[in-house]
């Protein structure tokens, strides 16, 4: 499949409008079963990025920057439509791997993934969210249409109240708090509260399918109410103009801390083999 077909141009005006779109059948069955692999790899051989953020009903499995030791989700990064696709979407080649990830929900983790969106890069920044399991639209990543042109940083809720569960420390953690003078600081409205203010979309998914989302997206997702695990592999992609935003200060401690080199600064372009450039070649 080329990757005109798998972006065509409604989607790319959907991608402008909503800031998140989804492109069915994008994965083969052999990307899908190469990342189920990859991550049983990782469970076996975690990195000290590796969490658990499920409620004490579930589990709720993640790690970061895998890339580097697990040959599978190597492989899926570099060869993988990935690339192809955040170069349509960012409208750039070369793109920029600027992390790779993922999350498992294991059968009964209740708790909801919390409203935020991506805060650590400025410039352009999108991520594909490859559904591994069936994943019906109750069970699925879900987003605030047109949110990613309301500006700001919005911090996940329990960031102000000082509660809330692991998944939601982690998101109020991983962004911290630096800068957050300089970046329109502010808190994620309460979505459950009111959903039917909000134009919320998100989709059923079959393995291979995937969602495309603008970073800058308010996105979260359902608790795993099935009997089945639900899996996703998630890269994040930049450009050459990307920069490291305020929070992204964060960051820098959070790699040092996993004993991760990053040669990263604020308001400087991100660089360096942790962040691979990626050259599409046209088919
Ligand atoms: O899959 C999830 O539950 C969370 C995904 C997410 O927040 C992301 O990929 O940015």
Known sequence: MTASTLFPPDAAAAYERDGA????????????????????????????????????????LSDMWGRRYIPEFERFCMESPAAAIAAQALRSNPVRLVQDTWFNKLPGASARTPWHHDTAVAGPFCSIWVALDPTPRNASLEFVAGSHRWGGT?????????????????????????????????????????????????????????????????????????????????????TEESVLSPHGRDVIGALAAAGLHADLEVGKPIRGPLFPVITVTPR
């Open 154 to 238: 919005l911090m996940p809720r329990s960031y102000f109240s000082g509660d809330g569960d692991a998944a939601e420390r982690f998101y109020t953690e991983f962004h911290g708090d630096a800068g957050r003078e300089e970046s329109g600081f502010g808190q994620v409205p309460d979505i459950e509260a009111d959903r039917g203010a909000y134009d919320i979309i998100g989709w059923q998914l079959e393995p291979g399918d995937c969602v495309l989302f603008d970073a800058r997206t308010l996105h979260g997702a359902p608790g795993n109410h099935l009997e089945r695990p639900l899996r996703r592999f998630v890269t994040r992609w930049i």
């Open 21 to 60: 779109i989804c492109l069915r059948g994008a994965f083969s069955a052999d990307w899908v079963e190469l990342a189920c692999q990859g991550i049983e790899r990782n469970i076996a051989q975690p990195s000290p990025l590796f969490r658990n953020l499920g409620t004490p009903d579930g589990g709720f």
